[in-house]
C-alpha cells in the first residue's frame, strides 16, 4: 500500500524555538494532505488541510501564524511550529488520501512535540 | 458536523474472550469507514476499511460491520490476545475530506 513517512518522529525544543516537521508521499502524488493533533488521551482533532501550490485551509481556532503549513511539492508538505510553548507539546500526524483522493487515508508515523 | 463516538471508553478483557468495539456517526452521508489501532506514542495502523456501499470487512480475527443508515459500526475481535491491546480509533470520511476520528477505545487484554 501507499507510504506515507514523517520526520522527526520526537524532537525536544525549548520554548521561542520553531520546529519543523515533515510529512513525505513516498509512492504517490498527493495534492492534499492532512495534519492532525492528538493531545494525550484525547483524539486526532484536525488542524489544516495543506493543498499543494495554495494556502492551506486552516480549521477553526488554529492559529495560521503559528503553524505554518507549505506544500511545496506533490510530495512534500511541511508543518513548522513556531515561537514553540509548552502547551504546544503534543503528538502531530498527517495523512494523504490515495491516488484517488477520495477512499483510504495514508497516515505518517506521527511526531511527538515536546517544548521544555 | 460530524460528530463521531466510541463505547466503551475503556476495556478490559481476559485473553481468549471475543469482544465488540462500538462505534456511531451522526451524519449517514459517509464516503467510508476506517477502523485504526494505535499503540501508546505511537502513529496509527490502519485495520480495516469498509466503503460505504459494504457492510462488512474482514481480516483476520477482525471483523468491522456498517450500518450506514443508523449510523453505526462495530469491530469483533476474536480470541483476543495481549498483543491486541492498544487503542482502537474509528473514523469516517465524506469522501476526499479529512477523516473525523472518535475518542477511541482503550482495550486490555490479560493475560
Known amino acids: 500500500g501507499a507510504v506515507v513517512s514523517q520526520h522527526p518522529s520526537w524532537v525536544i525544543c525549548k520554548s521561542g524555538t520553531s520546529v519543523k516537521i515533515e510529512c513525505r508521499s513516498l509512492d504517490f502524488q498527493a495534492t492534499t494532505m492532512f495534519w492532525y493533533r492528538q493531545f494525550p488521551k484525547q483524539s486526532l482533532m484536525l488542524m489544516a488541510t495543506?493543498?499543494?501550490?495554495?494556502?492551506?485551509?486552516?480549521e477553526q481556532g488554529v492559529e495560521k501564524d503559528k503553524f505554518l503549513i507549505n506544500h511545496a511539492s506533490l510530495t512534500l508538505s511541511t508543518l513548522t511550529v513556531t515561537s514553540a510553548h509548552p502547551e504546544d507539546s503534543s503528538f502531530y500526524i498527517c495523512?494523504?488520501?490515495?491516488?484517488?483522493?477520495?477512499?483510504?487515508?495514508?497516515f505518517g508515523q506521527g511526531t511527538r512535540l515536546t517544548v521544555v | 458536523k460530524q460528530e463521531v463516538t466510541q463505547i466503551p471508553a475503556a476495556l478490559s478483557v481476559p485473553e481468549g474472550e471475543n469482544l465488540v468495539l462500538n462505534c456511531s456517526f451522526t451524519d449517514s452521508a459517509i464516503y467510508n469507514l476506517q477502523w485504526f489501532r494505535q499503540d501508546p506514542g505511537k502513529g496509527l495502523t490502519s485495520l480495516l476499511l469498509?466503503?460505504?456501499?459494504?457492510r462488512e470487512q474482514t481480516s483476520g480475527r477482525l471483523n468491522a460491520s456498517l450500518d450506514k443508515s443508523s449510523g453505526r459500526s462495530t469491530l469483533y475481535i476474536a480470541a483476543s490476545q495481549p498483543g491486541d491491546s492498544a487503542t482502537y480509533l474509528c473514523a469516517v470520511s465524506g469522501g476526499n475530506t479529512p477523516l473525523v476520528f472518535g475518542k477511541g477505545t482503550r482495550l486490555s487484554v490479560i493475560a
Open positions: 469498509i466503503q460505504s456501499s459494504q
Open positions: 495543506s493543498n499543494e501550490g495554495s494556502k492551506a485551509t486552516y
Open positions: 495523512s494523504a488520501p490515495d491516488r484517488r483522493g477520495n477512499t483510504e487515508a495514508f
